[in-house]
């Protein structure tokens, strides 16, 4: 026997959704990207904000532009580097040896040995 406290056929959120009568919905604008593979992207944005230049497309993952003639190119993408390689942009070869130089005297002083 189910409990008596329940209102048989109601539950948190089964009532229908009713607009409020009180609310209002913010201004907004339609804008439309095209991508290299002629897919159309609508949005909705705010009506007081500037539209971004270049949109994502989510059917091919390119970047799609406001002009339907002219829609941006493929970005060039970053290969892939190493957390060496990033070092070695930011340091010159004086500076690594340096660096060195003062991590092995500080492991040396740890260890008791200079």
Do not use: F
């Amino acid at each position: 026997m189910p409990n008596g406290n329940v209102i048989r056929g109601a539950r948190v959120g089964s009532a229908p959704m009713r607009p409020d009568e009180r609310h209002q919905p913010a201004p907004r604008q339609d804008v439309s990207y095209w991508c290299r593979n002629d897919h159309r992207v609508d949005i909705r944005i705010a009506a007081d904000v500037e539209p971004p230049t270049v949109w994502d497309c989510p059917r091919c993952g390119l970047p799609a532009g406001r002009d339907a003639q002219n829609p941006p190119g493929r970005v060039r993408a970053e290969p892939y580097k190493s957390h060496l390689a990033y070092v070695k942009e930011r340091r010159t070869a004086e500076e690594g040896e340096a660096l060195l130089a003062e991590a092995l005297a500080a492991l040396r002083r740890r260890r008791g040995g200079e």
